[in-house]
């Protein structure tokens, strides 16, 4: 995962786990949905601001989990988002989740997700917001 990184930090709850213990599969979309929105807040784009002052959201289009080994009850977890591919209407994020403090080793499970823009009305696509993609694109690779 290349260019500017956002940063995630989520402790695992005895929710988020099976009966042994282990990160449930789904909830690794519940850490990198969180993690999504806080950074569309980071760039200053709150969800409840592009709905209230734009009349658009995002929707996932695609999604793709490769779950690497497991995370654990209790475990303190960082989710690292990138943004790869920007379009007019679509945003393809790389997300990984990893255990605090071994980001530099293999993550736990990495994520690819593609998200579309669309009008809150219609559920049409519309182009990303000229503001918000020029933040996005300083994280993205050949989009600088």
């Given at each position: 995962?290349?260019?500017?990184?956002?940063?995630?930090?989520?402790?695992?709850?005895?929710?988020?786990?099976?009966?042994?213990?282990?990160?449930?599969?789904?909830?690794?979309?519940?850490?990198?949905?969180?993690?999504?929105?806080?950074?569309?807040?980071?760039?200053?784009?709150?969800?409840?601001?592009?709905?209230?002052?734009?009349r658009?959201?995002?929707?996932?289009?695609?999604?793709?989990?490769?779950?690497?080994?497991?995370?654990?009850?209790?475990?303190?977890?960082?989710?690292?988002?990138?943004?790869?591919?920007?379009?007019?209407?679509?945003?393809t994020?790389?997300?990984?989740?990893?255990?605090?403090?071994?980001?530099?080793?293999?993550?736990?499970?990495?994520?690819?997700?593609?998200?579309?823009?669309?009008?809150?009305?219609?559920?049409?696509?519309?182009?990303?917001?000229?503001?918000?993609?020029?933040?996005i694109?300083?994280?993205?690779?050949?989009?600088?």
């Amino acid at each position: 995962m290349e260019g500017e990184a956002h940063r995630f930090a989520c402790r695992v709850y005895f929710e988020d786990t099976d009966a042994g213990g282990v990160v449930y599969h789904a909830s690794y979309l519940r850490f990198a949905e969180r993690a999504r929105t806080e950074y569309l807040r980071s760039l200053g784009f709150p969800h409840q601001q592009l709905i209230d002052r734009e009349r658009l959201i995002f929707v996932v289009k695609r999604l793709s989990v490769e779950y690497h080994r497991p995370a654990l009850l209790d475990d303190s977890l960082v989710v690292v988002t990138r943004a790869p591919a920007l379009g007019a209407a679509s945003l393809t994020l790389a997300q990984g989740v990893f255990r605090s403090g071994e980001e530099g080793e293999a993550a736990v499970a990495s994520l690819s997700v593609t998200l579309v823009c669309v009008r809150a009305a219609t559920r049409r696509p519309a182009r990303i917001p000229d503001r918000l993609r020029a933040l996005i694109a300083r994280g993205c690779p050949g989009q600088r």
